[in-house]
């Protein structure tokens, strides 16, 4: 299989945030975020492998800043590495200010999907081949990334982590 360039994956999702979608402040409401973003790493996982993909775990998400009511929200997804039938989904969020049209990042998030045949069984996806520095950084650091998701749900002994032990022994 042809090794493919995250922007081969890449999705840009943009939409705004409606009254029906915010909490009680008037910001966007995190589980609709959640669902925009895994909307869109969906298809950049589908993009990657041409295979139906599963979401297999979200293993990091950052609310670092409240969406108003009314911004126009960018959800933009890229493969960041993919492993024998897994992916890792790198997700960053941007709004647009709907006065100034000055745009800022919001959110991110690491979602790993898991694509599957026909009877959900995992099958081997291409590998990723990382072009800019920000990719090469993202794909650097996705094996611990990786680890650690698998020592958290139990599928990986923590002695078993080499790169996740690495990070910790210096
Ligand atoms: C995701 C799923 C296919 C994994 O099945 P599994 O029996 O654990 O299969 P495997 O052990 O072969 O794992 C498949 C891959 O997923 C990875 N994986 C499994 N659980 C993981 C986790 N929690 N974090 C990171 N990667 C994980 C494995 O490391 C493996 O990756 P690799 O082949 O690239 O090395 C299976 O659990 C599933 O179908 N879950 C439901 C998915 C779903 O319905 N999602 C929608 C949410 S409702």
């Known amino acids: 299989m042809r090794a493919k360039n995250p922007s081969e994956s890449r999705t840009v999702m943009t939409d705004m945030v409606l009254p029906s979608e915010t909490n009680p402040l008037n910001n ?3 589980g609709e975020l959640l669902a ?25 998400v950052a609310f ?3 969406v108003p009511l009314g911004s ?13 039938t897994s992916m890792e ?13 000055e745009k800022t990042k919001a959110n991110e998030a690491i979602y790993t999907f898991v694509a599957v ?20 950084e ?15 749900a139990g599928k990986m002994k923590p002695t078993e982590a080499t790169e996740l032990r690495a990070l910790f022994m210096g």
Not at 36 to 60: C, L, Y
Not at 72 to 80: L, M, P, Q, R
Not at 89 to 101: C, N, P
Not at 117 to 136: I, M, Q, S
């Open 89 to 101: 989904i790198y997700i960053d969020v941007w709004m647009e200010d709907r006065f100034t049209g």
């Open 138 to 152: 993202r794909f650097e650091a996705a094996l611990r990334r990786k680890q650690l998701s698998l020592v958290l």
């Open 117 to 136: 045949d026909e009877t959900g069984v995992p099958t081997e996806v291409p590998a990723l081949a990382p072009e800019t520095t920000l990719e090469k």
């Open 36 to 60: 925009r973003m895994d909307r869109a790493a969906s298809i950049a996982a589908r993009r990657h492998s041409r295979r139906v993909t599963v979401t297999a775990s979200v293993n990091h």
């Open 72 to 84: 126009v929200v960018t959800v933009e997804a890229a493969v960041s590495r993919a492993f024998r």
């Open 28 to 30: 966007l409401f995190g």
């Open 64 to 66: 670092n800043r409240a």
